[in-house]
Structures are given as C-alpha cells and as structure tokens.
C-alpha cells in the first residue's frame, strides 16, 4: 500500500461503504478492545501501520491492516 492507491474496509464494525485514496502512510498505536479488552495500558502496545485516506473531501485516519487495496495508484 501506497500514497496514491484507491482502498476500501475490509470487514470491520464501521460502517463506510466508499472507496477512499491513501493520502499519507504513518504508524501510531491503535487499542483493539475486542482483541485486549476495556481496559487501555498503552505501554503493552507497539505502534502499527496506518493510513490517511481521503473520501469525499474529508480524510480519516486508518489502520492499515483494516484496508484493502482495490486500485494501485501511480
């Protein structure tokens, strides 16, 4: 994956149904409470991969390993 390439959500409990195109590549650190619970200790965690994806003029901020690439981008 790549700045440029058109992506999609793989299944995931948000509910966005556009394409949207990877603007930017970053890691952070991403609690998964229905993998590790309520409770955040963020010192447990390593960061992961994310991605900027712009749809319909508005970007959000994704993990990558939620993303699918449907278009390879330049």
Same mark, same amino acid.
């Given at each position: @994956? $790549?700045? /440029?390439? @058109?992506? +999609?959500? $793989?299944?995931?409990?948000? $509910?966005?149904?556009? #394409? /949207?195109?990877?603007?930017?590549?970053? !890691? $952070? +650190?991403? *609690?998964?409470?229905? @993998?590790? /619970?309520?409770?955040?200790? *963020? %010192?447990?965690?390593?960061? !992961?991969?994310? #991605? %900027? &994806? @712009?749809? +319909? /003029?508005?970007?959000?901020?994704?993990?990558? #390993? %939620?993303?699918?690439? &449907?278009?390879?981008? *330049?």
């Amino acid at each position: @994956m $790549k700045p /440029g390439d @058109m992506v +999609k959500l $793989k299944n995931t409990p948000i $509910k966005i149904t556009q #394409a /949207g195109i990877v603007v930017r590549l970053f !890691e $952070k +650190k991403c *609690w998964r409470s229905d @993998m590790l /619970g309520p409770r955040i200790d *963020w %010192d447990t965690i390593e960061p !992961e991969p994310h #991605a %900027d &994806i @712009m749809i +319909k /003029g508005n970007v959000i901020s994704i993990p990558v #390993a %939620d993303l699918e690439v &449907i278009n390879e981008g *330049w």
